[in-house]
Nanobody, 121 residues
């Protein structure tokens, strides 16, 4: 079992930045790929970004490419999402996940409780 705790969400104006953090209860990077997903009101949860279990090959949704950066710190069992040039459509609850890749698809095994990001226009 892995517990994941997200932090760093909040209210920001369009064009601003936020950095989300996700801390795992135990060592995850050597065993799992890690990812960020988000869910906006009335919409399905969607993939945002992921990295493999060795921290390589970051993968991004087209909607965030060039604006968001995923990274991890294995020593701290932590995953980060640096979000720049935020847009109102980025407003959502952001979830951290650990899992694995099945082909090109990220399959989640554990989820965090989520952190709210609100971008005002």
């Amino acid at each position: 079992q892995v517990q994941l705790v997200e932090s760093g969400g909040g209210l920001v104006q369009a064009g601003g930045s936020l950095r989300l953090s996700c801390t795992a209860s135990r060592r995850t990077f050597s065993r799992y790929a890690m990812a960020w997903f988000r869910q906006a009101p009335g919409k399905e949860r969607e993939f945002v970004a992921a990295i493999t279990n060795n921290g390589d090959n970051p993968d991004y949704a087209d909607s965030v490419k060039g604006r968001f950066t995923i990274s991890g710190d294995s020593a701290k069992n932590s995953l980060y999402l640096q979000m720049n040039i935020l847009k109102p459509e980025d407003t959502a609850i952001y979830y951290c996940a650990v899992g694995y890749y099945s082909g090109s698809d990220f399959m989640s095994t554990y989820w965090g409780q989520g952190t709210q990001v609100t971008v005002s226009s």
